[in-house]
């Protein structure tokens, strides 16, 4: 039996290197097309149709008043009082929140200064002189809204613990009213037999 011997590699995708050479000059082609397609985007500066105000006010954010509860303080508290707490900051918490309007801000401020479409470049530390107000509100009201989440978690976290404890009492409360019961017949029982 004669064995064809095969090639090593892979297979051929051009026929004649010509082929191959036309295929690699179209590649070559298309990819300048694409960048400087990419180029004349990034050179058009956006018409200021598409954002009406560019002026940088940023907008207040509501605070409320909140204490700092310790989880001891929070499960000393009587069970009204809790979930009137909860729902309260539940609600100020979510009404508006603040760490998307701080977003808000920090959008407002690139586009005002016009930091996106400048066609100059721009200098790294410049750049973060100017908007570094900005981040420090966004952090500080960041930090702030954890610890925010953080209590009305632990509040929530109690009441659930107290319904679970209410539960609990309840069925207590039935399986020892059985047990009452049981004894009772258990006696009854007895006195009959005894009679």
Known sequence: M???KSKGG???IHETGADRS???YERKKAKMKELEEKVKNLEMKPSTKSIPDLSFEPEEIERFEWQKITPGEISLMDIQRLQQMTKTFREKITEKPAIKIELQNLVRFAFSSDLLNSPEEISVEGTLKQIDPVIDSLAKTLQE???QQTLL???EAELANRERLQIRDYKLE?????VEELKKERKEEIK???K
Request: without cysteine; charged residues 30%.
């Open 145 to 147: 809204s954890n610890q």
């Open 192 to 194: 009959l037999k005894q």
């Open 2 to 4: 004669s064995e064809k």
């Open 10 to 12: 892979r297979p051929r």
């Open 153 to 155: 978690y632990l509040m």
């Open 22 to 24: 036309r295929a690699y």
């Open 174 to 178: 039935i399986l020892q009213s059985k």
